[in-house]
């Protein structure tokens, strides 16, 4: 595979050491200064992302991130760009993402930790809010902890600040579905209280070792998150300490109002948890077993672990269904484009004309908030979840209708995509 740099290049005062890997908006290397050598990570935009807002959205990483200093927030050195490509020189962080380290440890992590992590998260989380900014992709494959029991806050790829230029378009969305508060599934704009939203995602996560919203179908996820139904965390833990899911519980709260109104009064729970617990910091044994996966992975060769450095900027929806992995993706330059708008309409780009032979594919089609029916013409075919089969190429033509919404028309061709998921409009 061609990569943008080689080995031993120059990027400013850095050299290329090492290749990590690749991500949603290009590609990760590791770097190391040639006076100090301090090591870094080097993120550079690709050509074959250069489009679609893809641009913007790097730059508004970069002007955010260098607006940001604190000792749990990854810093940002330097930002230049090398033959027309944007490169953004930051922090480099040896250690594992939260992900990484549930993973490994193959069981929710210690309290000790849970309680560590979660309150240095929240410290980010409350300075970036004090400086006017919403991360909008809190999640455990964006935190890190570091060798010397750092934690560190990754990937400000679509943090909304400021001085941010309006790069979501109206009644569209980002972020990681399995995160992502109810308001913003039924197409709301994001603030703060979204953020304490996926804090509680993310607590749940640690406490218990899966996330607290999942599904087989991408209509009933939506509908889970948008009741906020999931099994209570003592249920799956019951070791969990009362504070825990309480904390939880306030966090995962269906109505914004009746979340913490802000990360400082969430942090101040976080702190009052830290200190009833003893000796609260990383765990030996979860640090042992991720590194020794991060180890299998390295001999391996370079995968996914541009995530762990940010690299992977671009989330839309990202999500694993089903015991077969179906990932609801987007293998099109055009639907690329409209996901990093940040739209939860996905709608496939055209493809050739079907053939008698094409495969016959199962597509689900779903929206976002509750059910809706599912017309062709005017013959009601069934309600979402709806799932439809259509063979490689067809074009789909279909009416979702629901008392009280406009029609929506549903018109796409079948592609490689499984999933397909639509907004009804009053």
């Not at 400021?162 to 992502?180: F, P």
């Not at 979860?286 to 391996?300: L, P």
Request: net charge neutral.
């Amino acid at each position: 595979m061609s990569r943008t740099f080689d080995i031993g290049c120059t990027i400013g005062e850095y050299r290329i050491v090492d290749y990590v890997g690749a991500g949603g908006m290009g590609e990760v290397y590791r770097a190391v200064h040639s006076k100090l050598a301090r090591p870094a990570a080097v993120k550079v935009l690709t050509q074959a992302t250069q489009g679609g807002g893809f641009v913007e959205r790097f730059f508004n990483e970069a002007r955010i991130q260098a607006s940001l200093q604190h000792p749990n927030v990854a810093t940002l050195y330097d930002f230049c760009e090398v033959s027309g490509q944007p490169c953004i020189i930051m922090e480099y962080v040896d250690g594992q993402t939260v992900a990484e380290r549930i993973a490994a440890y193959r069981d929710a992590l210690p309290v000790a930790e849970i309680v560590y992590v979660f309150e240095k998260v929240v410290e980010a989380i409350d300075y970036i809010h004090r400086h006017g900014v919403i991360h909008r992709d809190i999640k455990s494959n964006n935190i890190k902890v570091g060798a010397e029991g750092t934690v560190k806050l990754l990937d400000f790829g679509i943090a909304k600040g400021q001085t941010s230029q309006n790069l979501t378009q109206a009644g569209s969305v980002v972020g990681t579905l399995h995160y992502m508060a109810p308001e913003l599934v039924r197409g709301g704009a994001a603030d703060e209280r979204a953020d304490i939203w996926s804090l509680g995602v993310l607590l749940y996560e640690m406490a218990t070792g899966r996330v607290p919203f999942d599904s087989d179908t991408l209509g009933d996820l939506c509908d889970r998150i948008g009741r906020a139904d999931y099994t209570p965390p003592a249920r799956v833990n019951p070791r969990l300490p009362r504070e825990v899911t309480q904390i939880i519980s306030r966090c995962l709260k269906c109505n914004p109002a009746e979340r913490y109104r802000t990360a400082s009064d969430l942090l101040a729970d976080a702190r009052r948890l830290s200190r009833a617990v003893s000796q609260p910091g990383p765990s030996e044994a979860v640090s042992h077993a991720a590194g020794e996966q991060a180890e299998q992975v390295r001999s391996s060769g370079p995968s996914g672990l541009a995530l762990a450095l940010g690299g992977a900027a671009v989330v839309v929806v990202l999500l694993v269904v089903g015991a077969v992995g179906l990932f609801v993706f987007l293998s099109q330059p055009q639907a690329a484009a409209e996901a990093e708008a940040g739209t939860v309409k996905l709608l496939a780009s055209s493809s050739p004309s079907p053939s008698p032979h094409a495969e016959e594919r199962s597509i689900e089609i779903a929206v976002t908030d509750g059910r809706a029916d599912v017309f062709r013409g005017e013959s009601k075919l069934g309600s979402t979840p709806y799932t439809h089969k259509a063979r490689l190429g067809e074009r789909v033509r279909l009416t979702l209708r629901r008392d009280g919404y406009k029609d929506e028309a549903v018109d796409f061709t079948v592609t490689e995509k499984r999933a397909y998921m639509f907004t009804l409009s009053k």
